[in-house]
């Protein structure tokens, strides 16, 4: 009898918590439609003339020698934007960190021709702007100048990236600023786990240490110079201009200032290093005191085998957590649960080598577990066809027609262009973009989330005070303790 | 039914009249409107993508909020994302009795609270405050049989909305998205209905959302952290004082009545300004404009603030200890945006912070004793506001160095005579940032509405540019010498638990 009973609590017990748990994912995956929606969706039916832009007629190309330089002129305002990139990224580190220090200290150089308070005080009265910003596969020149200040803002431009003149002293102003602003991140949970999860799921690749200063102090002056005669060459730059130009006169300006010499420099070959599709699986704790929320990453590397694998990963990406509130992670962790200011996910394709997938939120400590399971069970949703119909149609409208955002200036339309050819890939990848989301099947959809869903291979990299909670975290993989510069701990 | 009050096709020729002999002309046409209801209309069409970017700007921030209800501005601000008697639900009406009931249920919490805050807490308080809110959540939770979730962005995202958002200042909060322009109507029927018939669903969970947001900027981020204590010790008299997310106690006791009421007294047509600018043709916009905004009634807006900042008399220093690298941060009261010093401090600005042969740069990142700093006139225009500067040392640099270096910094401004280049080179960056946030739409948006509301004229600008160009070293030092003064100064530290100064 009080075996019975006992059974009795325990199955009522097990039903309750199915019924419970079908219960509250029960709205997020839905057909409803509301009469708000259908009217949004019937004002919009209007066809929206867009063609995408052809080279040669919105914008144009040429080399100038080895340097391919890009033009979109829109003559609105007498402003100039550049955009620019070396292919001279931290993934083509001869030393760790080496290409980060030359590209922030290229900026801070003298030239052969000008001093660098000189071309900072010329740049600054013409109230133009200039930087060179590091970054994982290629340094990015961001620039812009009243067209009336062009010929001076070229000159600056073409005299630091041809003709710098590296000095001991301004190498170690920009390791102790680096240095700061390394330290400044680490100070906020959320920036500490993003560079602890890169250092985690890429390991000794240079993708590892990107958001990291570690090495900066064995980087030499003579290895910056070293690099940059490796690797600061034309044909490993390319230059976009859009705005009020004109192409003749910019051209000859770039060919006077940065002069035959640098424009004929020998070109080195250039091997990546690939990074590796290995897993590494369980979950990494950070522990970070005096902290009221925990910061979370998880994600895997992903290998993409053919062009239409960016387009449903992009479309599963783009209804788990890639669109913003309309997301089923927002839907589910933030506006039913209510434990997460932001939450979502990222398929990372913008890099050489090592696309990855993640997912990341911030929330109450005593909230990580449940985030964490809600997140996996969303992304269970697609894998078990839970997803419905109306939803697959939805999202497939939401990226196609969104993608119409990167049109919104001539200077980010021809930015996609260029980001495009830098990144090796065919223009076709953009102008098909619309046609090949719009082919995608609900089918395509479910085998992109089963490409991608695996929590057994999850990295889950943690940040905050959770010691009381690790318990119940176990059941994401195997509990490792790290430092802060990402060390394993032992017990 | 619209009534024009004036139509104005303006040709904004921004110039650069005292540098150069060429004047500038750009083609761009700005109209502005008025309807009937109040409402004011910017639109400036550029054709060159099939984008359209709005923004729509209410004129109330956290200034216009009390001690009991700091933040709600922001909270409203969430609210206005859950729909409307149309969108994101399938039936309103079955709606209604449970968010009833779940507001009766919280008024039960906040009797509870009182108590509790007067020390006079009923035994078990804290449960009955657990299981009442957890009574709460279960009602949210049968809502949704009758909601759709997230289908303010669900629908308009379906149709090419991108960036729909918003955000709360101290004076304004802006509502933004960018849409195709095929989806103008689409645009207009969305963006009347919340201004008109918000539905406030989700708000106790939305309430735990902006509760998140709170701990995520302000309670583990050291830099929201030091700042709002840092403005609480320099404003103590002006709704200024708190920082825009407000204080925690306050977030949690918000009800759904209040926001409403909020929304209803401040998110009226004649306190908002609407500012179309991309693939927009000003005929066909307006006219849908005025169907679908046109009968939304008016409200009455009052001035509500009225409290003054008294003088400081004594320079003030806080310490704030957070588990994070040493920062600081130091400023000054100083005037409001339509203020004849204003133009002046923009100069300052300019010549303290603006580009690598700036002032602070070069004594603080050029010399190697900082790794960072910015300086910021905050986002306060309609009062007296702020102007200070945050830094944080590199290595074996203390805070007391930095604070040296910045006085220095601002000390220079009252008694060195600066170049004649100098001051030229101000006024030019100046006037050619003026430049770059016209060629760009969302800061283009964002200054037109700024220009009507605050100076009251759409193109304010040409005046803005006369005043910048008057400007001399007298002027500067005269500025600095009122304003950047110990007396009128607040400073804080921010330190490490136990770490000495």
């Not at chain 1, 027609?401 to 980001?419: E, P, Q, R």
């Not at chain 2, 004649?420 to 030019?428: F, G, I, P, T, Y």
Request: hydrophobic share 35%; charged share 30%; with cysteine.
């Amino acid at each position: 009898m009080k075996k019975n009973t006992i059974f009795l609590i325990f199955l009522l017990l097990f039903t309750y918590s199915s019924i419970s748990k079908d219960k509250r994912y029960k709205n997020i995956f839905t057909d409803k439609e509301s009469i708000g929606g259908k009217k949004i969706k019937k004002l919009a039916s209007k066809e929206l003339k867009f063609s995408f832009p052809v080279e040669g007629r919105e914008y144009l190309k040429f080399k100038v020698k080895n340097l391919t330089i890009y033009f979109y002129p829109e003559k609105i305002f007498p402003t100039v934007r550049l955009h620019g990139y070396i292919k001279a990224g931290e993934i083509y580190d001869t030393k760790k960190q080496v290409s980060k220090l030359t590209a922030l200290l290229l900026r801070e150089s003298d030239t052969q021709k000008m001093k660098n308070r000189e071309i900072n005080d010329v740049l600054d009265f013409d109230g133009s702007q200039l930087e060179f910003i590091p970054g994982r596969d290629w340094v990015e020149i961001d620039g812009k100048y009243l067209v009336e200040n062009e010929e001076n803002f070229l000159k600056s431009l073409s005299y630091l990236v041809a003709r710098p003149i590296f000095s001991e002293d301004k190498l170690k102003v920009v390791k102790k600023r680096l240095k700061g602003e390394a330290k400044r991140s680490d100070d906020v949970p959320f920036l500490l786990c993003r560079k602890l999860f890169y250092k985690i799921i890429y390991g000794n690749h240079p993708y590892g240490y990107f958001y990291t200063a570690e090495g900066i102090d064995d980087v030499g002056i003579e290895d910056v110079k070293n690099f940059y005669n490796k690797f600061y060459t034309p044909g490993r730059i390319v230059l976009a201009f859009s705005g009020d130009i004109k192409t003749g006169r910019i051209i000859s300006a770039l060919k006077k200032y940065l002069g035959e010499s640098f424009l004929t420099r020998e070109e080195h070959r250039a091997t990546i290093p690939e990074v590796k599709m290995e897993f590494k699986p369980g979950v990494y704790i950070c522990e970070k005191k005096h902290v009221t929320q925990a910061a979370i990453y998880f994600g895997r590397l992903i290998k993409i085998e053919k062009e239409r694998d960016l387009y449903g990963i992009s479309l599963f990406n783009h209804i788990l957590g890639g669109s913003s509130f309309a997301s089923k992670y927002t839907q589910q962790i933030r506006d039913i649960e209510g434990i997460a200011y932001r939450v979502d996910s990222k398929f990372e394709t913008d890099n050489l080598t090592g696309a990855l997938f993640l997912s990341r939120c911030r929330t109450k400590l005593e909230s990580t577990y449940r985030a964490i399971a809600d997140m996996l069970w969303i992304q269970d949703g697609f894998v078990n066809r839970r997803i419905t119909a109306h939803e697959f149609e939805m999202g497939r409208s939401g990226l196609g027609n969104g993608f119409i955002k990167n049109f919104n200036t001539v200077d980010n339309i021809l930015n996609l262009i260029v980001k495009n050819e830098i990144l090796g890939r065919n223009i076709s990848i953009l102008k098909n973009f619309r046609k090949e989301v719009y082919n995608l099947s609900y089918e395509d959809l479910v085998e992109a989330a089963k490409r991608v869903v695996s929590p057994e291979n999850y990295t889950y990299v943690l940040v905050g005070d959770l010691k009381e909670y690790e318990g119940r975290l176990k059941k994401f993989g195997k509990i490792y303790r790290v430092d802060e510069k990402g060390n394993m701990i032992k017990k | 039914m619209r009534r024009k009050i004036f139509f104005t096709i303006l040709l904004l020729i921004f110039s650069v009249f005292l540098f150069s002999e060429d004047v500038e002309k750009i083609n761009l046409k700005v109209s502005l409107h008025k309807l009937k209801n109040g409402l004011t209309v910017i639109i400036a069409p550029i054709h060159d993508t099939p984008i359209i970017y709005s923004l729509i700007r209410y004129k109330v921030g956290s200034v216009n909020e009390h001690v009991g209800i700091t933040g709600i501005s922001h909270m409203c601000e969430h609210m206005m994302f859950k729909g409307t008697k149309e969108i994101q639900t399938v039936n309103y009406q079955k709606e209604v009795p449970l968010m009833k009931k779940e507001d009766e249920l919280f008024k039960k919490v906040i009797e509870l609270r009182k108590a509790k805050v007067r020390n006079c807490t009923p035994p078990d308080v804290d449960r009955k405050i657990k299981n009442l809110l957890l009574k709460i959540k279960g009602l949210e939770r049968s809502q949704k049989i009758y909601s759709v979730q997230n289908d303010i962005d669900v629908s308009t995202f379906s149709v090419g909305f991108s960036r729909l958002s918003a955000d709360t200042s101290f004076d304004r909060t802006h509502y933004y998205e960018y849409f195709p322009s095929n989806c103008l109507e689409a645009w207009a029927y969305f963006e009347s209905s919340r201004m008109r018939e918000p539905v406030f669903r989700e708000f106790y969970s939305e309430r735990n959302v902006v509760l998140e947001e709170y701990y995520q900027t302000t309670e583990n981020d050291p830099d929201g952290f030091l700042f709002g204590r840092f403005l609480a010790s320099l404003m103590i008299a002006h709704p200024y004082h708190w920082d825009v997310i407000g204080w925690k106690s306050d977030i949690i006791n918000y009800t759904r009545e209040k926001v409403y009421n909020y929304h209803k007294k401040y998110y009226a047509p004649n306190n908002a300004i609407i500012v179309l600018v991309g693939d927009v043709y000003e005929d066909e916009a307006l006219k849908l404009i005025k169907k679908y905004f046109g009968s939304i009634k008016p409200q009455k807006i009052e001035e509500t603030v009225l409290t003054s900042e008294p003088p400081q008399r004594g320079e003030k220093r806080i310490v704030v200890r957070f588990n994070a690298s040493p920062r600081l941060m130091m400023g000054f009261h100083k005037c409001q945006a339509n203020s004849e010093d204003q133009p002046v401090f923009d100069v300052i600005e300019y010549l303290l912070s603006h580009g690598r042969s700036s002032i602070l740069y070069k004594n603080l990142i050029g010399s190697g004793k900082a790794s960072y700093f910015y300086l910021s006139q905050g986002d306060m225009k309609r009062y007296p506001g702020i102007f200070y500067v945050y830094s944080m040392p590199n290595e074996g640099v203390s805070l007391k160095e930095i604070e040296g270096i910045v006085w220095n910094s601002f000390n220079s401004l009252k008694h060195i005579n600066i170049s004649n280049r100098e001051l030229l080179k101000a006024k030019k960056g100046i006037i050619g940032n003026l430049y770059y946030t016209a060629s760009d739409k969302e800061n283009l948006a964002v200054m037109l509405a700024e220009y009507y509301d605050i100076y009251g004229d759409v193109n304010y600008y040409e005046k803005y540019i006369k005043e910048i160009n008057k400007i001399t070293k007298e002027d500067i030092r005269r500025v600095a010498r009122k304003y950047f003064v110990r007396d009128n100064c607040a400073i804080a530290y921010l330190l490490r638990p136990g770490e000495k100064e």
